[in-house]
């Protein structure tokens, strides 16, 4: 990429990545506008800190911005690519990319990428874990945690494993991975992409600059992901339903790696991660890892120490004998799904929030006995009654009513579980403060050691 100094580079979005971006721009002595439909008052203390290094900030709407003036425009992964100042820079000739995209453009190390409706940032994190197991420094984030562009202050980094949304993918040109892994595909963020086509699609950019030296490793069991034959990089992959030759599956209660003379046989009564979903995201890991060429015992290491991440069925506490999974960032349907099929017994449910064009009925066919009670909260809570009639079903005005209600419906033994398949901005600030909200809640229940209640 050429130099930046003096060039004036536009921003829009002023969240997590916008931020990012503007920061590493002026860094490198861009002239930069951010801009966002939020204003000073409604966004992070960290806006004020860029004003005062130089950058411009247009807030509260982009209407004054004439767009043909800039040399590049850097939209968020939040920004809808079709609005219509975008229109206009394009007619105009300026080209509109994404933050990732900006950040492949100056990192000239390997690039594992992880995509799917459902798993990446836990196999994004497990193959973090694996490479920095084997003693690499490595960068970890993307879509979960920090902004690919982050990547690029670190005063060391051997390669960089990256989260890529839809929403990421929509806005590449160049971005190429070394290592690209497509976990699934079902049907999530209709409510900001036209089509599920148009869904595919962007995934489908993943592997678009990649080439015969790298390698797009797939779900061999998902029928929408069996399609791709026809593409340039080499094809890897695994399954849970059936013996590779090449790849990784499962069999006999057993995770079996054959790839690049790596071979690795893990019992799955030895993994710290449950549900079958988890198998899947774990043999996925292992093929990148043995792909990019981490030894036998460290691939052992990685994937049977790896404890699962925050807010993805997460183990919060027994109380009365009754356990609490948080599953917060469940925030689409397949995912909630996956998290109730992966207990052995059916689940108290509490579910609800900003639906984003799942498919409830196909929720409540596949979870017919797996639900004891559903507890329903936020916007889509009358939607989601709707598809999953016959089940009992309550609402409820907030996460702390419906805890409550849980914990007076359950008995000892029973699970409580908090998996939505919603997004969280009706009622919480993302779906961290929701799980975080969750956790508080049920531990504010445990009594101290020795404390007895009386009356």
């Known amino acids: 990429m050429t130099t930046m100094q003096g060039q004036h580079y536009l921003v829009i979005g002023a969240a997590r990545s916008g931020i990012s971006v503007a920061r590493w721009l002026n860094a490198e ?10 204003s000073a008052v409604e966004l992070s203390a960290e806006i004020d800190q860029l004003h005062t290094a130089g950058v411009s900030l247009k807030l509260g709407g982009h209407q004054a911005i004439d767009v043909t003036t800039f040399k590049l425009i850097v939209v968020s992964p939040g920004v809808p690519v079709d609005l219509p ?60 945690g920090k902004p690919f562009i982050e990547a690029l202050s670190m005063p060391t980094c051997d390669e960089a494993v990256v989260e890529a949304s839809s929403f990421q993918l929509e806005t590449i040109d160049h971005f190429r991975p070394t290592v690209a892994v497509w976990l699934n595909l079902s049907r999530d963020h209709l409510d900001r ?9 962007a995934k489908c950019k993943i592997f678009k600059n990649m080439t015969e030296q790298d390698l797009l490793i797939l779900n061999a069991d998902d029928d929408e992901l069996n399609r791709f034959w026809q593409i340039r ?29 790596r071979r690795v046989a893990i019992e799955m009564m030895d993994l710290q991660l449950f549900g079958q979903h988890n198998m899947q995201n774990a ?36 109380v009365e004998g009754v356990n609490y999974y948080d599953d917060s960032k469940a925030t689409n349907v397949e995912s909630m799904v996956r998290a109730v099929l992966s207990f052995d017994r059916p689940v108290i449910l509490i579910a609800g929030g900003i639906d984003k064009g799942g498919d409830f009925n196909y929720a409540a066919v596949r979870l017919i006995k797996r639900i004891t009670a559903l507890i329903l909260i936020g916007r ?12 009992q079903i309550e609402r409820v005005q907030t996460l702390e009513a419906a805890l409550t209600l849980a914990r007076r419906l359950a008995v000892p033994g029973d699970t409580v579980l908090l998996s939505p398949g919603c997004a969280s901005f009706d009622m919480f600030q993302n779906a961290e403060h929701r799980g975080d909200c969750f956790q508080t809640i049920v531990r504010s229940w445990i009594k101290p050691p020795g404390i007895t209640v009386n009356g």
């Not at 992409?193 to 699609?201: I, N």
């Not at 094809?235 to 339903?241: D, R």
């Not at 990019?292 to 290491?301: D, F, L, M, N, S």
């Open 29 to 38: 002595h861009a002239q930069v506008t951010l801009t966002d439909q939020k």
């Open 85 to 144: 100042l975008l229109d206009t820079a394009r007619r105009a000739g300026v080209p509109v990319i994404g933050e990732m995209e900006l950040a492949s453009r100056v990192f000239n190390r390997p690039i594992v990428a992880i995509t799917g409706t459902k798993g990446k940032s836990t196999t994004t994190a497990l193959i973090g874990s694996g490479l920095t197991l084997d003693a690499r420094t490595v960068f970890v984030g993307g879509n979960l």
């Open 193 to 201: 992409h036209p089509s599920m086509a148009a869904y595919r699609d």
């Open 233 to 261: 990089p080499r094809v890897a992959w695994f399954s849970l339903s059936r013996p590779l030759t090449e790849g990784a599956y499962a069999a006999k209660q057993r995770l079996q790696l054959n790839w690049n003379n």
């Open 283 to 318: 043999l996925a890991a292992m093929v990148a890892l043995a792909e990019r060429g981490v030894p036998t015992e460290t691939i052992w290491k990685a994937i049977t120490a790896f404890p699962g991440l925050h807010h993805r069925l997460e183990r919060v506490a027994t």
């Open 380 to 391: 889509s809570a009358d939607m989601i009654a709707e598809a999953f009639q016959g089940y």
